[in-house]
């Protein structure tokens, strides 16, 4: 069983649930950027969570199937087509040998996960199989995939038919809440700083890729100081240190960038807080463009919304089982 | 001194040691995560040391962020209670082919973004830290030995810190605007620290010369990556050794073979006497590293 790439889609890369452990030496945790949908995929079609995936970027690709397969598209609202007629997401679905998977026009949210039964088999790379494209290695070849490329499929049996409830699927507004807890070096913004990062509205750009969300919008105040020794001339510098994933720094206090799952693991610019782990998937589907709130909340409100989003998760789990 | 700690929302605690760097900043965050390590906790998904920072990331679905906090506050306690200060590590030898025509062939090509678009990065380091010329800038370079003070950003990649007093350590600030390419295993710098490129790709570093020794390898093709894809860990102290060109191609064929060896030594570094008289100590790690 393999799947041939007739159209490569857009950024279209295999991610799993990640690759935790080497944060220190540099290696961030990829994975799928939107592990709720990708999850969902992999259910649909009766993988095991850590099961590896298809993720693409806007665009999805042009998949033929050269073997009878069972898939289910999720993540981004983008039409379906199999065989150039239409077929629903957040349903699995049965595939013919020689049977061709293709997209249309995105509608909303970013980021499209294609799930098969038996999962993309490639190799695992320190212990994951999401490829970490910065250092060439993981996925398919280390790279991005391209036209040409044959996908391995491992051995699965999934069950055409099912699908997931409409009140279990993300919807994708153009205006939305990201909350984020404050801290990391939010004590260099001064009082205007503070208030222009949580109290307006910034806006997506079209940087946002899976290493990092780029906004405009407003302009951070920094206050003024003698920079200390290491730490670069820019009030936004700091002595280099490590990023946390989802931690918003603001390079020249102009432009926060939200840090993904592909992740620089560190750097000279000051965080002035981190989005929420519960939040980090609302991200992921953000299309450039979107108005994001920033919403301070503390941790306890941070873990009881990682506690909810977990327990969507199990609901929706459950549903498909 | 007190050490700032900040959530960084619920899968990460980082411990600010100082704003500004300092080796015994450095030393604390190796100290610190070493300690961790060793403790194996079960939920401390990955333990960071950065220049002078720690940090720490965890699954708050297998242990409560206030139990981390306690955790890592009685790391640092333990370092604080006047104990010795030593790092279990090791020192190396890397060669660089300093003022090379790689690196200044891509400068040439970035000269626009470049504080003086007239001079080579080099030359422009020697001035900043009234060196007379960049022989003497790369002899001050070369030296003294450095401490992998946190490797990151990509891949791989460390930063490096000179051990020696604060009067000598050598600054320069980045490029004006970033390039957008830079050799791989560039040696570069930027602010008070050397950088080495583990992957070809943008960078704001000044560039001073090449290594022909690869620090990163996920094909882990030779003996001195059997353990891991990447080579460089922190706490790792390295002395740098000028080469000219033919011994860089000479070094480049017994990489290509698969033959060359880095030269290293296990080492135990001591805070309280380097301090005491850092030339002297520092003399001390190259015996280890040269003897025999």
């Known amino acids: 069983m393999a799947i041939e790439v007739i159209e490569p889609g857009l950024a279209t890369s295999i991610q799993d649930e990640g690759r935790p452990g080497y944060y220190n030496v540099g290696v961030p945790p990829s994975g799928a950027l939107d592990l709720y949908s990708a999850a969902a995929a992999n259910a649909l079609v009766g993988n095991a969570p850590s099961a590896a ?5 806007y665009m999805g690709p042009k998949l033929r199937f050269t073997e009878p397969a069972v898939i289910a598209v999720t993540g ?14 957040w349903e699995s679905l049965d595939l013919n040998a020689g049977d061709e998977l293709s997209f249309e026009i995105l509608a909303g949210g970013a980021r499209i996960y294609i799930a098969v039964a038996g999962g993309i088999d490639v190799p695992l790379v320190l212990g994951s199989r999401s490829l970490y494209a910065l250092g060439a290695f993981g996925g398919f070849q280390g790279r991005a995939l391209q036209t040409g490329d044959v996908l391995p499929v491992g051995a699965g049996s ?11 699927r993300p919807e994708f507004p153009k205006e939305l809440d990201v909350r984020i807890v404050l801290g990391l070096y939010d004590y260099r913004l001064t009082d205007e700083g503070m208030s222009a990062l949580v109290d307006r509205p910034w806006q997506l750009s079209p940087v946002a890729d899976r290493i990092g969300f780029r906004y405009a919008g407003n302009a951070l105040q920094w206050k003024e100081r003698e920079q200390p020794f290491g730490a670069g001339s820019d009030p936004s510098n700091i002595t280099d240190a490590g990023y946390p994933v989802g931690s918003i720094q603001v390079p020249g206090g102009i432009e926060p960038i939200i840090l993904h799952r592909d992740a620089v693991s560190g750097g000279g610019y000051a965080q002035v807080g981190t989005v929420i782990s519960a939040d980090m998937d609302v991200v992921a589907q953000s299309a450039p463009g979107t108005l994001a709130h920033f919403v301070p909340v503390t941790l306890e409100e941070a873990l009881e919304a990682r506690a909810a989003a977990k327990a969507r998760r199990a609901e929706m789990i459950a549903a498909l089982s | 001194m007190s050490s700032r700690y900040s959530w960084g929302a619920d899968e990460h605690l980082v411990v600010q040691i100082t704003e500004d ?7 604390k965050a190796m100290a610190m995560a070493s300690d961790l390590e060793s403790q194996e906790v079960d939920g401390l998904t990955d333990i960071c040391p950065a220049n002078a920072s720690l940090l720490v990331r965890f699954d708050p679905d297998r242990i409560a962020p206030a139990e981390v906090e306690r955790i890592v506050r009685e790391a640092e306690d333990r370092l604080e209670g006047g104990g010795p200060q030593v790092l279990e590590t090791r020192i190396f030898e890397l060669p660089v082919w300093y003022n090379d025509p790689y ?13 003086t678009p007239d001079k080579t990065d080099l030359e422009f380091a020697a001035l900043e830290n009234n060196l007379p010329t960049v022989e003497a800038f790369i002899e001050a370079h070369s030296g003294s030995p ?14 490096l810190f000179q051990m020696v007093p604060q009067e000598r350590q050598l600054e320069v600030p980045k490029y004006v605007r970033p390039r957008t390419d830079t050799p791989k295993l560039t040696v570069g710098y930027g602010g008070c620290f050397t950088a080495i490129y583990s992957v070809r790709g943008a960078g704001g570093y000044q560039m001073f010369g090449i290594t022909p020794v690869p620090i990163f390898d996920p094909a882990q093709s030779s003996a001195d990556f059997e353990d891991s894809m990447f080579f460089f860990r922190p706490g790792d102290i390295v002395k740098f050794r000028p080469v000219d060109e033919a011994e860089y191609r000479e070094i480049e064929r017994e990489v290509e073979a698969g033959a060359y060896r880095v030269r290293q030594r296990p080492v135990t570094f001591d805070l309280n006497e380097y301090e005491k008289d850092p030339d002297a100590y520092n003399a001390r790690l190259l015996e280890v590293l040269y003897g025999n």
Do not use: C, K, Y
């Open chain 2, 103 to 115: 690196t200044n062939e891509t400068g040439a090509r970035f000269r626009d973004r470049h504080q």
């Open chain 1, 76 to 89: 981004a609202d983008i039409p379906v087509l199999v065989n150039g007629q239409s077929a629903p997401r």
């Open chain 1, 53 to 57: 995936v298809i993720e693409s970027a």
């Open chain 1, 158 to 168: 999934g069950r055409p038919g099912l699908s997931v409830p409409e009140a279990l």
């Open chain 2, 146 to 159: 450095w401490i992998t003070s946190m490797v990151g950003f990509v891949a791989g990649l460390p930063f």
């Open chain 2, 21 to 27: 760097m300092r080796l015994e900043s450095n030393f």
